[in-house]
């Protein structure tokens, strides 16, 4: 079992279904609706937690009552350590709404309220209790200026790190980055972060290449029908795992289960090959069942364990 904080997001997340999205001006009744507490992060954590490692959580709500909320929904429902989130007076809760029609595309609105308050507070917290874990998880949603003192402060203290790469791509300054274990872009997150295309297996091998030119450490990209590919330190080409041929009914969320796996497998077994191969099996169960959270909820997450 190991020790993860994990950085992230907290939002209060509606989602309606509807026939149609409404246009400006027009009206939908929903056949149905759900609320959760979620983020990406907030999917990686409770799947690293129920692969049984002990996950504390880092992130700030606001002093409305979903704040509250979202506290004990993380704390008794998601089994996370919730020690690590602070509540932002004056401010709101982070809040997603998604309308959902019956093709499953979907309108986004988001308020990031206090996920976006972030400060070198945080910064001087984290140096005081980074050496108590054995791996931080973050992603590129955080301010890029604190990210890049994440990384150094976890250089330093020789813990690795694992950086999901989902926004800010033409702002990342990779060489900021160096010092973090692993990158972990999806397909089109890499082809944002480079301004390429990545259509076939050879443009995805070149992107790591393009990758590592301003980065040392483990490049690892998620093809989603393609499985992923990897280039490690050492190593001077990229290697590609397959992904199983499965149906799918819903690919929403495959990457984040993807990425805990592969981290929660790299810790227990210290070997990618392996970690790639457990993340890649699971990843194809995961796309077989509908509604990420009905997927975290219900999926055996040790089909795979004896890979
Ligand atoms: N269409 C698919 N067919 C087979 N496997 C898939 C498919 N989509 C995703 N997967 C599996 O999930 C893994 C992660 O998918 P992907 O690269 O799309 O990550 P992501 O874009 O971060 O996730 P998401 O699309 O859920 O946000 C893939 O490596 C693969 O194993
Ligand atoms: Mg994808």
């Known amino acids: 079992m190991s020790k993860i904080l994990v950085i992230g997001d907290i939002y209060f997340e509606t989602q309606y279904f509807v026939e149609k999205i409404p246009l400006e001006d027009e009206f ?21 937690s129920k692969k049984g490692n002990s996950i504390y959580f880092y992130g700030k709500v606001g002093d409305n009552e979903f704040g509250e909320i979202a506290k004990t929904i ?8 919730t020690k690590y989130i602070f509540t932002v007076l004056n401010s709101q809760t982070g809040q997603i709404s998604l309308v959902t029609n019956s093709d499953g595309k979907s309108s986004i609105t988001l308020n990031l309220a206090a996920n976006k308050l972030f400060n070198q507070e945080d910064i001087s917290r984290f140096k005081k209790i980074v050496i108590d874990f054995d791996l931080v998880y973050c992603a ?24 999901d790469i989902p926004n800010q791509h033409k702002l990342i300054k ?9 990158i972990a872009p999806n397909r089109q997150e890499a082809e944002l972060l480079l301004n390429t295309k990545i259509n076939t297996l050879e443009d995805a091998k070149h992107a790591c290449l393009e990758i590592r030119k301003s980065y040392q450490g483990i ?17 001077e080409l990229p290697v590609h795992y397959k992904a199983e ?13 993807f990425r805990a796996v592969f981290v929660d497998s790299w810790l227990k077994y210290n070997n990618i090959d392996k970690a790639i191969r457990i993340a890649l099996k699971t990843a194809s169960e995961s796309v077989k069942i509908r509604g990420v959270d009905n997927t975290i909820d219900s999926l055996n997450f040790n089909i795979s364990n004896n890979e």
């Open 28 to 48: 939908s009744i929903a056949s149905s609706a759900t609320n959760i507490i979620g983020s990406k992060t907030i999917n990686v954590s409770r799947v690293l």
């Open 140 to 163: 590129t949603n955080l301010p890029l200026n604190l990210l890049y003192l994440i990384v150094e402060e976890c250089s330093i203290k020789n813990i690795s790190v694992f950086i």
């Open 174 to 182: 990779l060489k900021k980055l160096n010092n973090a274990t692993f």
């Open 245 to 257: 041929k499965v149906d799918i009914i819903d690919v929403a969320g495959s990457g984040d289960i």
């Open 219 to 235: 490049i690892l990209i998620t093809l989603d029908k393609d499985g992923c590919i990897i280039l490690e330190k050492e190593n």
């Open 74 to 81: 993380l704390r008794k429902t998601y089994t996370l350590n």
